[in-house]
């Protein structure tokens, strides 16, 4: 604990140096007074409280919101000072909140705790004085050879020191980490690769050097010395011999390595992102209302504080005779005492600030969310997936989405390659049922027949055979059988049992191509790589892997020929290889690239390099001190690649396509009818990229394409940008596209963004291609941060859109073949993109009316609640009387208004689902906010004034005269007539008010559910039988009793009912009718498409399918009948149905139909028999 505290101190940082050393099995050196490096225990802690501080931490975090310090300022107010009300009608909301909103969070971090010790505990085994010893994953420490057995994942992060093979290579995926599920292999040194039992691990003496740990999934920096016979042997280590913890082992019985980064120091462990905190637009909105309603508060304490001293300076009423002063009140400070007096009027004032508003939007945005995971027309079949949502904040947000940001591959199309074209050596070919034909000519080959490849051609098959990272999977676990032949496995196996694993569809594609036409590769074991070409099996040894980067663009392979020469395999895009290509076709290569471009096929660029002898010892030299480099690894690395990868020989190119995901242009044409722009932010190159947006309908064949392409300078971008603005105002067409690249994007947002935006404003759809990861952040920021700060949205499916989706106000997963870590760092995740529609038209829609409506709602209702309090103080002598009684006060937000709005903001539908999907333009309706103006804001909060001066006035004229009312709510024995006096008079204003809020908010529900009617009529009668109750009855615990049987009489009066009764239809008779004329005289769009879903459409949908749907008629066939017979709704033969004036549709066989789900949980196609 020391030493922690020391270190966030900053006076012992846990890592001096840059290099940790690692000594294996612990085998410190014994010369010396060595001081071994203290290291991290291997304890996972993703909680957040201990039982020791969740009590402070938890408040303190409570209590930066402003409504809960205000209330408790309030209390602490209420406990000091002498004040009109009790303490508890603030401390005990406040509780009640403070106490609901721990337990959600105490709870959240108990399922956390629970999971880290399930982790912290699991069983392992590690090498420890000659023996092999089980013991707990948290007792691991830095330096421990741990043992990991086949489909056990790996307990730290482990450099691999030997495994059950040979080689010491083992396979592993890395699917929780970064959600590539394709097989990796991973290496150990030689000089351990030996070591295979544990009497040979406890006699290794190595030492590893490393980087301090970072959070870099793909990046290590170390060395292993290992000394043997005295001799001291270095060898380097990179991201290829590190095991990462969280990744499996697979097709490898066991494997040994040494931990050298445990617990929170492992790189699993700080990739664990706390995403910064979105907030959505409402609850920007709301934090405003809470200010002026605060400065509404302020006013009403500050002006009753002057009028009572205005009051008082008449001596009759500041001290009169029924309440003469003590001689200490005489002499009290007149400042302390306008203080004090302020403070009252304050407590007194305190409930117009709604503190359960918070803990119901909390609620409503927790339940709601549910209904994104229940609706099954967001599940995806063949995947089995249903949406999933990691954050219940933005539900709102998702009905305010100005612009949509989307990736192209894998979220607009399905991440599926299938080999299409090639061109080698200038010559353009297609496959033809497993043959390369060359353009022009038919495949009339002769089934069976060995089709004939000349050489130019063979050499590019194998190059595409040979330079890859694909694995290869078998029925048993890997290539060696009995020890014998490495290869007599894969040679024995016909190619039906192999299946190709790369972490890139295009690879994958590929290989499995070249396999077809002949060219196949059948076996990696170590450093030899098998192919079989045209059933002649050929064996290379894999000397150097360049490995891809985003910087290059390509990767590489060196091999040994079969003959003994050494040759270079490259692929990549054709920027990064064209230019460095000195021989072969390249005018004509480039051309065919250009053409499979504009047929939206991806692109690859296939070369080679023959190495003599002396060029080869040059570039292995060369390699090996980059690579055993611990400083600048990376930066001497690339000198490396640059200096081998150059002189290329151009063997051709690859045209792959990537087919477009279902229902994608549908999807884009909705959105663009709902005033959302779509902008595709892509990687790939502009001619493939064009080529996809028009076919998708991003683009539309009608639109002028501008393009912003291969700028080189400030000027040229600067100058492009304004003839593109002219052209925008002086061509008459009514869309624009825009085309722009990474690099010229790069100039356009250094200097000249406002021109930048001006012209893509104005365009109604951009793509933006060849765009690196930060570039696609950067654009987003651009957006979002423009003065008009629109709302936007960003979807994308790999590692490449995660900052992407973390900068933009709502981010969108894709569940797709490139890993989960757009899904881990997403507010919300879906199967495919054409689920987007109903995400935002239909739930958007839905979850933003909901909640914009319970905000204003609850600011109403409490205007409603404390308007007749100030009132009372003009009628009391701003005594600081009390209008109601305190517990009335206390429940009035908790018990006898809150369940309704709750019900109401879970199961509002203001329109059909279905007419808010086939009418998208109704989504511009509440777009920018627009039930939460502050126009609508205003008209909400006059409307609660009005109504509480109709309850305070309606009540006083109505009962004031009444002669039968009188005195303070007892009966006198000398008349029998019942005295109407303050409680009275209070329950009265505040029955009336129940009452009225509550049918507000039922004037305002269309959607209706008998939990709606539960709630509604139940709250009523709630508060009728309650007051009964604690009028009615002695209770021993309370110390006075003011209300002791004033409800009873008050009931028991004909005038008091009729005065209930007049003014509740006083107040909301004008609401009834300014929304008759509203919705006749000026409609809404969105009112205008709710008579297109009446009731009695809705309530027999389920009934009208299964009647005109033939396989229904089991189950709801009688009542089907009946409802025909009572409503004429279904006519005719069983499959065609004429539900309404405005419908008719024909029903076939293979037709889904809709059940009427009343709960909102979804509209989605059934089973005939489920309805």
Partial sequence: MLRWIRQQLGFDPPHQSETRTVYVANRFPQHGHYVPQRFADNRIISSKYTIWNFVPKNLFEQFRRIANFYFLIIFLVQLMIDTPTSPVTSGLPLFFVITVTAIKQGYEDWLRHKADNEVNGAPVFVVRSGSL???????????????????????????????????????????????????????????????????????????????????????????????????????????????????????????????????????????????????????????????????????????????????????????????????????????????????????????????????????????????????????????????????????????????????????????????????????????????????????????????????????????????????????????????????????????????????????????????????????????????????????????????????????????????????????????????????????KTRLHVDEFALKGLRTLVVACRHFSPEEYIDVDRRLNAARTALQQREERLQEAFSYIERDLQLLGATGVEDKLQDKVQETIEALRLAGIKVWVLTGDKHETAVSVSLSCGHFHRTMNILELLQQRSDNECAEQLRVLARRIKEDHVIQHGLVVDGASLSLALREHEKLFMEVCKNCSAVLCCRMAPLQKAKVVRLLKTSPEKPITLAIGDGANDVSMIQEAHVGIGIMGKEGRQAVRNSDYAIARFKFLAKLLLVHGHFYYIRIATLVQYFFYKNVCFITPQFLYQFFCLFSQQTLYDSVYLTLYNICFTSLPILVYSLFEQLVHPHILQNKPGLYRDISKNSLLSFRTFLYWTLLGFCHAFVFFFGSYILMGEDTSLMGNGQILRANRQLMFGNWTFGTLVFTVMVITVTLKLALETHFWTWMNHFVTWGSIAFYFIFSLFYGGIIWPFLHTQDMYFVFVQLLSSGSAWFAIIIIVITCLFPDVVKKVLYRHLLPTSTQKSQSLSTPQAQTLSCVESLCCYQHGQSGCSRLAHFLEQMTGQCRGTANHCHTSSHSNRSWSDTENFYSNDRSILTLSPIEASHC
């Fill in 133 to 587: 010893v089980q013991t707990r994953s948290k007792n691991i420490r830095v330096g421990d050879i741990v043992r990991v057995a086949k489909d056990e994942t790996f307990p730290v992060d482990l450099v691999l020191l030997s495994s059950d093979r040979p080689d010491g290579t083992c396979h592993i995926t890395t699917a929780s980490l970064d959600g590539e599920t394709n097989l990796k292999t991973h290496y150990s040194v030689a000089e351990t690769a030996v070591c295979q039992s544990v009497s040979q691990l406890e006699a290794l003496q190595a030492v590893v050097e490393c980087q301090q740990p970072e959070a870099d999934l793909y990046r290590f920096v170390g060395r292993i010395t290992v000394t043997q016979h005295g001799e001291e042997i270095v060898r380097p280590l990179g991201p290829e011999n590190l095991l990462l913890r969280g990744a499996r082992l697979k097709n490898t019985k066991e494997i040994f390595g040494v931990a050298v980064y445990t617990g929170m120091e492992s790189k699993m462990a700080l990739n664990y992102k706390c995403k910064s905190q979105k907030r959505s637009a409402v609850e920007k909105s709301m934090n405003t209302f809470l200010i002026i309603y605060l400065g509404i508060l302020l006013f009403e304490a500050i002006l009753s504080t002057i009028l009572k001293y205005a009051w008082q300076a008449e001596d009759k009423w500041d001290e009169p005779f029924y309440n003469q002063k003590t001689e200490q009140e005489r002499n009290s400070s007149p400042i302390l005492k306008f203080i004090s007096d302020f403070l009252a009027f304050l407590v007194l004032y305190n409930f117009i600030i709604p503190i359960s508003l918070y803990v119901t939007v909390e609620m409503q945005k927790f339940l709601g969310s549910f209904f994104i995971g229940w609706d099954l027309d967001l599940y995806h079949e063949e995947s089995d997936q249903k949406a999933q949502v990691n954050t219940s904040d933005l539900n709102e947000e998702l009905g305010q989405v100005e612009y949509v940001f989307t990736d192209k591959t894998g979220t607009l199309t399905e991440n599926e390659m299938q080999f299409r074209e090639c061109s080698i050596n200038g010559t353009k070919y297609r496959e033809v049922n497993g043959k390369l034909v060359p353009e022009g000519m038919t495949d009339d080959t002769p089934d069976g027949s060995t089709p004939h490849l000349i050489g130019d051609e063979v050499l590019f098959l194998k190059a595409v055979s040979l330079c890859h990272t694909v694995q290869i999977s078998y029925d048993q676990p890997d290539c060696l059988v009995g020890g014998g032949d490495p290869f007599a496995h894969a040679n024995g196996f016909s190619s039906s049992h192999m299946e190709y694993y790369a972490s890139s569809p295009d690879e994958k594609a590929l290989v499995e191509a070249a396999k077809r036409i002949g060219v196949a590769f059948t076996c990696s074991n170590g450093d030899i790589m098998e192919i079989k070409t045209f059933g002649k099996p050929e064996r290379y040894k894999l000397l150097h892997v360049l490995e891809f980067d985003a910087n290059r663009r390509r990767m590489s392979v060196i091999l040994q020929t079969p003959s003994g020469g050494t040759v270079l395999f490259t692929k990549g895009a054709e920027s990064a290889i064209l230019p460095f290509a000195t021989g072969g076709e390249i005018e």
